[in-house]
């Protein structure tokens, strides 16, 4: 999945998906195993609190930082630290779960 989609160090991808059928989740998922199956290291920046990683599984978990936010803006602080480091192939910023209130009140040169 990770070859097919490109994703090269540096570049920035959004994927917005339905909150009601799955498909957020079906796709994080994949995305999580690709890597994993690379040995590569994978961030993700919870932005609800949400993830289950028992439904991705120990060998999954095992090559990712799992960063657990309590709302929108303290993601989007994280994420910042995160991609400043630069260390990291994939930084993914799951904001699906968060209220739209919540992620309009972030400026717009935050996005």
């Known amino acids: 999945m990770l070859d097919r989609c490109r994703v090269q160090r540096g570049s920035i991808a ?3 998906a339905g909150r009601r059928d ?4 079906t796709f994080l998922h994949g995305l999580l195993e690709a890597v994993a ?3 590569e290291m994978v961030a993700l920046v919870d932005g609800r609190d949400s993830f289950d990683p028992q439904s991705a599984g120990v060998e999954t978990c095992r090559r990712l930082l799992w960063l657990r936010c309590r709302d929108a803006p303290e993601a989007i602080r994280v994420s910042d630290l995160v991609l400043r480091d630069g260390n990291l192939r994939l930084v993914v910023v ?3 779960m968060n209220e739209a209130k919540e ?3 972030n400026p717009g040169a935050v996005w």
């Open 14 to 16: 959004e994927v917005i």
């Open 22 to 25: 799955g498909a957020g989740a």
């Open 103 to 105: 992620l309009d009140r």
């Open 94 to 96: 799951d904001l699906q």
């Open 37 to 39: 199956e690379r040995e």
